[in-house]
């Protein structure tokens, strides 16, 4: 309740300060969101046991969202609003983003708890759907150790932080970002709402930066999008007496059209604090479109080195975790706000640290799901 009258005095806020600025027209208020819904199989084999042995093999999962909007543009064309992102889930952090922003011929800025430059911005291959990636999807047909091969996350996460966003020069455009904490997104630190600044406990990295350059160009029955950039943690409160180091990120992307065929591939570097941490993801995809049905293919390749404590999936010190995942998808576009898709999945798994046995070393799954989304 305390994060959604807080929600609610950003709005309230915004329209004061439209107010006091004699804007033409007050605030308006906009209502939007999505239901996402999945019913998916999944049938592993880990070790010596045979595809779906002791789990479930399949589930049903959900996604929604409701964001409230408002926003308007004072006399002197400055434009001022704020957003906020109400989960519709039975989850904990029930306000998953909440900002205000200023935004005219300089640019935008955003402040508050949101995605920054890579999080909320960078460039996937196309393939994907809204429920379903080779990546970091809605739903991930596999119960692997490592979780997703996730190619689009920076180190500053949704802690409250600033956002630029500069104009668009002829298609290019950059993103910066600053977070003082990452220990300072729920309102519930000491110091957030008090005297004082947000404790970094242990375990916290603290003046965080981002940067992501994006390129779009649109020509005869053809396009080129690029994005590019890499994310800092300048520090990090130690834990348990040993620093685990701050921690860094690298992310490009690179996708052409042609006519209704759409091709791509991405790479993600985590230069990740603690011994022997760091890990990269890479992939492809593919997309044809005909009428309102869309077919595509996407594959990720991850690969995790897993000593230190940012990964905690390693079960044994030295030698790597690899994850692979290849995926075809279909999209119905059923009428406007509403879609229909589908994916079928093959997830391999492969740990060469000392001392496993067959059991641990390797796992394999195949998935098969339908779902739906509706926007609104």
């Known amino acids: 309740m305390k994060r959604i009258l807080l929600g609610s005095t950003a709005l309230v806020g915004a329209a004061s300060m439209a107010g006091s600025a004699q804007a033409s027209d007050g605030i308006k208020l906009d209502v939007g969101g999505f239901f996402q819904?999945?019913?998916?199989?999944?049938?592993?084999?880990?070790?010596?046991?045979?595809?779906?042995?002791?789990?479930?093999?399949d589930r049903i999962e959900h996604n929604a969202e409701v964001w409230f909007k408002g926003e308007t543009t004072l006399d002197n064309g400055l434009t001022v609003g704020a957003h906020v992102e109400l989960e519709g889930e039975n989850s904990g952090d029930q306000i998953d983003k909440s900002f205000v922003y200023w935004s005219g011929g300089f640019g935008r800025v955003q402040i508050g708890t949101q995605d920054n430059a890579i999080?909320?911005?960078?460039?996937?291959?196309?393939?994907?759907?809204?429920?379903?990636?080779?990546?970091?999807?809605?739903?991930?047909?596999?119960?692997?150790?490592?979780?997703?091969?996730?190619?689009?996350?920076?180190?500053?996460?949704?802690?409250?932080?600033?956002?630029y966003t500069t104009p668009n020069f002829g298609g290019f455009q950059l993103r910066a970002g600053y977070t003082p904490s990452n220990n300072a997104e729920d309102y519930t630190q000491q110091g957030v709402n008090n005297a004082g600044t947000p404790s970094n406990v242990n375990g916290t990295a603290h003046h965080s930066f981002a940067a992501y350059a994006t390129y779009s160009y649109a020509g005869n029955d053809w396009g080129v999008d690029w994005g590019g950039g890499g994310s800092w943690q300048a520090a990090f409160n130690e834990e348990n007496k040993a620093n685990a180091g701050p921690s860094a990120a690298y992310q490009t992307g690179l996708n052409f059209t042609f006519g209704n065929f759409g091709v791509g591939g991405v790479m993600e570097y985590f230069d990740t604090g603690g011994n022997d941490n760091?890990?990269?993801?890479?992939?492809?995809?593919?997309?044809?479109?005909?009428?309102?049905?869309?077919?595509?293919?996407?594959?990720?390749?991850?690969?995790?080195?897993?000593?230190?404590?940012?990964l905690t999936f390693a079960s044994d010190p030295g030698g790597s975790r690899n994850l692979d995942r290849v995926i075809l998808t279909g999209n119905y576009a059923m009428g406007p706000g509403v879609s229909l898709d589908a994916e079928l999945g093959y997830t391999w798994f492969h740990d060469t640290g000392n001392g496993l046995d067959d059991s641990q070393r390797h796992y394999q799954a195949v998935d098969a799901a339908i779902g739906s989304k509706f926007t609104f």
């Open 119 to 163: 999080g909320g911005y960078c460039i996937l291959p196309p393939g994907a759907t809204a429920n379903f990636s080779a990546f970091s999807p809605n739903a991930w047909g596999s119960n692997d150790p490592v979780g997703s091969n996730a190619a689009c996350i920076d180190v500053l996460g949704n802690s409250n932080s600033i956002l």
């Open 278 to 310: 760091n890990a990269w993801v890479a992939g492809f995809g593919g997309s044809y479109t005909m009428d309102a049905w869309t077919v595509g293919i996407q594959g990720s390749h991850g690969h995790y080195n897993g000593e230190g404590p940012a």
């Open 37 to 57: 819904v999945v019913y998916e199989g999944v049938f592993d084999n880990k070790g010596n046991h045979g595809f779906g042995a002791i789990r479930n093999t």
